[in-house]
């Protein structure tokens, strides 16, 4: 384990050789076709979020009120909103908040709960009692019941939705690495490390936690999908991101009025954010078949 | 199990009006309250009591039903939760009903004809169902069936045909759920030797399906069922604001929105309650699907 801490991925695959897990890794993940279409998908959307500002042909705030609901045209590729506001612009600036909503939310999540799982299971006894019960009790909530709890609580806004979101994904990390690490803790690597002295502390960062990574990773792809679920939800109902910040379920919240006039108001949002769950939910799989098959 | 997770469900419900910052009785009161309105509302809350004593008396309250009076219409929120729960219900079980049906057909359709056209085309729904934002699917079918075609209304409740779009809605990503689970136990349990006992003894094939495989495979797909309603009453939030069904969820977001608090506890409470129970009668049906399953 020593040994891999401080090098580069690339270090890594060049000290494995064609043949290391890398590459197989990254061989057998470029034979599964439905995975790299979600990669694809994946990635053309970061680059979208990363580069929102040098593509967007039109401010994605401000419109021009004569322009108002124009359908799809060669100045507006995808129309105009109510207010005049290019769409294509607003869905473009949109993919960056969504990006940023599911990377802080799922980072958060991932961090409380891969914490909280991994001391659980290792500690085991009452503690391990007190944090799965704790567990249990958020997933009493269905999730978005939980996030409009949260909301409730702290108010609407960006980073209060990226927290509302985070807390309701919690469990799924924390289970997840709590079951991995009991199975691990008897094995007899982590024997060895206690035996040679290691605390309960550095056991689970250099022993335990990087042996969970396969089912981490699985879970953090596929959870980046329910995130963007929750978020947009939250923000259709209003209580999310707020106006006129262009985040694709406010679009779609904003769109109900014009149903009858200017449908693919509503239709574009809705697409975007059904590719990109899609991307995610494809990329997931296939990272699970090819990380950790037996968690088919 | 039950009792624990009950007793937490019932501090996170308490906990909500005293996260929020600020005196809870300000809160209660709103911008407007003057210094007698918030004295009253500190005295008929209980707010002046001990924080231990408020929660006993919200606990107990709460166990007989009594969530106090809504602020914002002035009646006891029991009466407004059992009106409001009852619609949840009718359009939960008209969900769970479509996405049964579906689910069930389709699983069994993909797993009785694996990798063919069907199961590609099968499972490439499910991919959808899971990915689409329930409230973006819900206004297109409002544009398509009640603006376009005229068939059915776009919201509202009274008939059977209002409640057509909305289990729609809803029942497609679980239908999309229980099909992926339904095909994946399906094709373990069709290779088994009794399946092809079953098969060399003479019984029809549909008998073979329905009531030798599929009774065998309904532990993982009854497991989803469970998941499931509670995702559906988290769903119900989206569908009855886009379809305005006078539901649960809805009570909460305008309870919200209201910052009327003891609708929003109260809502809280009844909806994981109500999901604690259903995964509670989902494992005790377990023992009747497979009788090797028994609880002390």
């Given at each position: 384990?020593?040994e891999a801490?401080?090098?580069t ?6 000290r ?13 993940l ?27 042909p ?17 100045t507006h ?19 960056r ?15 409380v ?14 503690m391990?009692?007190?944090?799965m ?19 409730a ?47 309960g ?10 042996n ?8 953090a792809?596929?959870r ?49 954010i059904?590719?990109?769950v ?15 098959p037996?968690?088919? | ?6 007793f ?22 709103g ?38 009076i ?11 939760l ?20 579906v689910?069930l ?30 409230f ?36 497609s990503?679980?239908s999309?759920?229980?099909?992926r ?76 929105f ?27 049906a ?5 009788p ?5």
């Amino acid at each position: 384990m020593s040994e891999a801490a401080g090098e580069t991925l690339r270090e890594r695959y060049e000290r494995a050789g064609a043949g290391g897990e890398l590459a197989d890794l990254w061989r057998r993940l470029r034979r599964n076709r439905a995975a790299m279409a979600g990669a694809g998908i994946v990635a053309l959307f970061v680059l979208l979020a990363l580069l929102a500002p040098a593509l967007v042909p039109f401010s994605p705030t401000r419109g021009d009120f004569g322009d108002r609901l124009q359908a799809p045209s060669p100045t507006h590729w995808l129309g105009t909103d109510e207010l005049g506001r290019d769409i294509l612009s607003r869905i473009i600036f949109g993919a960056r908040i969504s990006l940023q909503i599911q990377v802080v939310a799922v980072l958060l999540a991932l961090v409380v709960g891969v914490t909280l799982g991994a001391v659980g299971g290792y500690l085991g006894g009452r503690m391990d009692n007190l944090i799965m019960r704790a567990m249990d009790v958020l997933l009493a909530f269905p999730s978005i019941f939980l996030a409009l709890g949260i909301i409730a609580a702290l108010g609407t806004g960006l980073v209060n939705l990226m927290i509302a979101a985070g807390i309701s994904s919690i469990p799924a990390f924390a289970r997840i690495v709590r079951g991995s690490v009991l199975s691990l803790k008897e094995r007899e690597f982590v024997e060895a490390a206690r035996a040679l002295g290691a605390g309960g502390g550095r056991v689970l960062c250099r022993h335990l936690l990087p042996n969970c990574l396969a089912p981490i990773i699985v879970q953090a792809t596929l959870r980046m999908a329910t995130v963007l679920l929750t978020a947009s939800g939250l923000s259709f109902l209003g209580l999310g991101v707020q106006p006129p910040t262009p985040e694709w379920g406010a679009m779609l919240s904003n769109a109900r009025s014009y149903l009858i006039v200017a449908p693919y108001v509503a239709t574009i949002p809705g697409l975007a954010i059904m590719v990109v769950v899609v991307g995610f939910n494809l990329f997931g799989d296939g990272l699970r078949d090819t990380l950790d098959p037996r968690l088919r | 199990m039950l009792v624990p997770v009950l007793f937490g469900v019932s501090l996170v419900s308490f906990s909500l009006l005293h996260v929020v910052p600020g005196d809870p009785a300000e809160v209660l009161g709103g911008a407007e309250a003057t210094k007698e309105d918030v004295d009253r509302i500190r005295r008929e809350y209980g707010l002046d009591r001990p924080l231990l004593v408020q929660y006993l008396q919200f606990a107990a309250n709460a166990a007989r039903g009594d969530f106090g009076i809504s602020i914002q219409s002035r009646h006891p929120v029991r009466g407004l939760l059992f009106q409001s729960l009852g619609f949840t219900l009718q359009l939960s079980l008209a969900s769970i009903l479509v996405a049964s049906v579906v689910g069930l057909l389709a699983g069994i359709i993909s797993a009785t004809r694996p990798y063919s056209l069907f199961d590609a085309l099968g499972m490439l729904g499910a991919l959808f169902g899971i990915s689409m934002p329930i409230f973006w699917l819900g206004l297109l079918l409002i544009v398509v069936f009640a603006v376009q075609l005229h068939w059915l209304p776009s919201g509202g409740t009274g008939t059977l045909f209002h409640l057509i779009l909305p289990a729609v809605a809803l029942g497609s990503a679980s239908s999309a759920v229980i099909a992926r689970m339904t095909r994946a136990s399906m094709l373990e349990v069709v290779r088994q030797d009794y399946i092809r006992t079953a098969r060399a003894t003479g019984y029809r094939e549909d008998v073979v399906i329905f009531r030798h495989a599929l009774k065998n495979a309904m532990i993982p797909i009854l497991t989803v069922f469970g998941l499931e309603f509670g995702s559906m009453l988290g769903g119900a939030v989206l569908t009855e604001t886009v379809f305005s069904l006078p539901g649960v969820g809805r009570l909460l977001v305008e309870g919200i929105f209201a910052r009327d608090y003891p609708v929003v506890q109260g809502a809280m409470m009844l909806v994981a309650t109500t999901f604690v129970l259903v995964n509670l009668l989902t494992d005790a049906a377990y023992a009747f699907f497979d009788p090797r399953i028994r609880y002390e």
